[in-house]
């Protein structure tokens, strides 16, 4: 027999497990998990699996230039996520729309590193000027990457308005029939695939027919490159499914970025 509660506070998850009133949980903090890790009468593991987590960037506005999209993925600081946020053993890089662990990922695709210095010049090019607002829109579980890219941009003159809203309004907003002018500059989101399988992965994020509501492409990104690429990549046989995989990885990281590629999360349970 499996009984399984829903109890939204991760303090009283921790403490149901250490008592022995629950026998498996999920979604602690890193500190929490660290600590647990001391007791012997638990066991934490935390194995990397497909998910990847991104900032959506609407192209549209400030971002319709993917030279702003690509200064908004070397202004963000990766280590202080990765590091920080997930102490260093709860999440690594993500560097496109494919995890590490899925057929056709690419390890040697395009990799951003944090560099204030080109964010400022791809800004001076794409007219971005200092003084410029951006809205973030977040849910209560995604409030440190915008916190992090918020603090990167100020350094650049740039405003990043960070807005909490609960998960339905969220949706509301994300999956909403508004244009892409009218939608928020930035939303942070996570994905994975339900087959190993890299169109499976990239198409709902991806292609132009999948914007909002038919899809989760929230930034209304469009790019014919990428859509020629999914189209072809539906039916193809592997070694076909693989080279055109890791065409769109180098498309849609170094060329034309529809997200910051924040992280992989490792599915910690205890």
């Given at each position: 027999r499996q009984v399984?509660?829903?109890i939204s506070d991760s303090t009283t998850?921790?403490?149901l497990l250490e008592r022995g009133q629950a026998d498996i949980t999920v979604d602690l903090t890193p500190l929490d998990f660290n600590a647990l890790k001391q007791n012997p009468k638990v066991r934490v593991i935390a194995p990397y699996a497909t998910e990847i987590q991104y900032i959506v960037m609407t192209e549209a506005g400030p971002l319709a230039s993917p030279l702003a999209r690509q200064a908004l993925s070397y202004a963000f600081n990766y280590d202080a996520l990765i590091n920080g946020v997930y102490r260093g053993g709860y999440a690594k890089r993500s560097y496109g729309p494919l995890a590490s662990t899925l057929l056709g990922y690419d390890p040697n695709v395009f990799k951003?590193?944090?560099d204030?210095?080109?964010?400022r010049a791809?800004?001076?090019?794409?007219g971005v000027k200092p003084g410029t607002v951006l809205t973030y829109d977040y849910v209560a579980s995604d409030t440190r990457a915008g916190e992090i890219l918020q603090a990167q941009l100020a350094q650049l003159g740039i405003t990043v308005k960070l807005q909490l809203l609960d998960e339905a309004a969220w949706n509301n907003i994300f999956y909403?029939?508004?244009p892409a002018g009218q939608r928020p500059n930035l939303m942070p989101y996570g994905w994975w695939p339900d087959y190993n399988d890299p169109w499976d992965e990239c198409v709902s994020l991806l292609a132009s027919n999948q914007a909002p509501p038919a899809g989760s492409n929230g930034g209304m990104y469009h790019n014919k490159q990428v859509d020629a690429l999914l189209a072809?990549?539906?039916?193809?046989d592997q070694e076909t499914l693989i080279r055109d995989a890791r065409a769109l990885q180098d498309i849609t990281s170094r060329v034309d970025p529809p997200a910051i590629w924040v992280d992989e999360p490792a599915q910690a349970t205890v």
């Amino acid at each position: 027999r499996q009984v399984l509660r829903s109890i939204s506070d991760s303090t009283t998850r921790r403490e149901l497990l250490e008592r022995g009133q629950a026998d498996i949980t999920v979604d602690l903090t890193p500190l929490d998990f660290n600590a647990l890790k001391q007791n012997p009468k638990v066991r934490v593991i935390a194995p990397y699996a497909t998910e990847i987590q991104y900032i959506v960037m609407t192209e549209a506005g400030p971002l319709a230039s993917p030279l702003a999209r690509q200064a908004l993925s070397y202004a963000f600081n990766y280590d202080a996520l990765i590091n920080g946020v997930y102490r260093g053993g709860y999440a690594k890089r993500s560097y496109g729309p494919l995890a590490s662990t899925l057929l056709g990922y690419d390890p040697n695709v395009f990799k951003y590193h944090t560099d204030l210095g080109k964010a400022r010049a791809l800004l001076q090019q794409a007219g971005v000027k200092p003084g410029t607002v951006l809205t973030y829109d977040y849910v209560a579980s995604d409030t440190r990457a915008g916190e992090i890219l918020q603090a990167q941009l100020a350094q650049l003159g740039i405003t990043v308005k960070l807005q909490l809203l609960d998960e339905a309004a969220w949706n509301n907003i994300f999956y909403g029939t508004e244009p892409a002018g009218q939608r928020p500059n930035l939303m942070p989101y996570g994905w994975w695939p339900d087959y190993n399988d890299p169109w499976d992965e990239c198409v709902s994020l991806l292609a132009s027919n999948q914007a909002p509501p038919a899809g989760s492409n929230g930034g209304m990104y469009h790019n014919k490159q990428v859509d020629a690429l999914l189209a072809q990549m539906k039916y193809a046989d592997q070694e076909t499914l693989i080279r055109d995989a890791r065409a769109l990885q180098d498309i849609t990281s170094r060329v034309d970025p529809p997200a910051i590629w924040v992280d992989e999360p490792a599915q910690a349970t205890v």
